[in-house]
């Protein structure tokens, strides 16, 4: 089963109606991004790695125990108003059981400068990828940021 949904998931067509959910600017999702993506499939090893990510892999340290242990590091996270995989915020109903309670949530975006003062969280009109769906606006936020929190030379 596991091979033929590779199969299925990894044509162009369906990598670029993928892509169109997670760009705000549909001029992006180009030829050439799709082919970026589709190319790496044709390796041998790509249906083994694509199905573990999917199911066993590890998914790393929760974005809490992260951001604690890069205290004092100057971070800045450019975030996607509108990005349909990781939303900011999650936008469930506090006495829904399965949000696990005020400040744990399934997308807590909102919540990293609270957990790690030294990180600055920007929020953009673009959705998954805003370095790649508006790279002129994060390219700018990114400079502000750099010059205001480099040391002096």
């Not at 975030?79 to 915020?89: N, Q």
């Not at 957990?115 to 790649?132: G, I, R």
């Given at each position: 089963v596991g091979p033929s949904f590779f199969e299925r998931f990894r044509?162009?067509?369906?990598?670029?109606q993928v892509l169109e959910q997670v760009y705000e600017n549909p001029e992006r999702v180009d030829?050439?991004?799709?082919?970026?993506?589709?190319?790496?499939?044709n390796d041998p090893n790509a249906c083994a790695i694509f199905l573990y990510i999917l199911g066993k892999a590890d998914p790393g340290p929760n974005p809490r125990t992260l951001l604690a242990d890069l205290e004092g590091l100057?971070?800045?996270?450019?975030?996607?108003k509108?990005?349909?995989?990781?939303?900011?915020?999650?936008?469930?109903?506090?006495?829904d059981p399965?949000?696990?309670?005020?400040?744990i949530t399934k997308y807590p975006g909102k919540m990293f400068p609270s957990w790690c003062s030294s990180l600055t969280l920007e929020v953009v009109k673009a959705k998954h990828c805003?370095?790649?769906?508006?790279?002129?606006?994060?390219n700018s936020i990114t400079t502000k940021w750099l010059l205001t929190t480099a040391p002096p030379r």
């Amino acid at each position: 089963v596991g091979p033929s949904f590779f199969e299925r998931f990894r044509t162009p067509e369906n990598i670029k109606q993928v892509l169109e959910q997670v760009y705000e600017n549909p001029e992006r999702v180009d030829d050439e991004l799709v082919s970026s993506i589709f190319l790496p499939s044709n390796d041998p090893n790509a249906c083994a790695i694509f199905l573990y990510i999917l199911g066993k892999a590890d998914p790393g340290p929760n974005p809490r125990t992260l951001l604690a242990d890069l205290e004092g590091l100057p971070m800045i996270a450019i975030w996607g108003k509108r990005d349909p995989w990781t939303p900011l915020s999650d936008t469930a109903d506090e006495d829904d059981p399965s949000n696990p309670g005020p400040g744990i949530t399934k997308y807590p975006g909102k919540m990293f400068p609270s957990w790690c003062s030294s990180l600055t969280l920007e929020v953009v009109k673009a959705k998954h990828c805003p370095f790649d769906d508006d790279p002129e606006t994060v390219n700018s936020i990114t400079t502000k940021w750099l010059l205001t929190t480099a040391p002096p030379r």
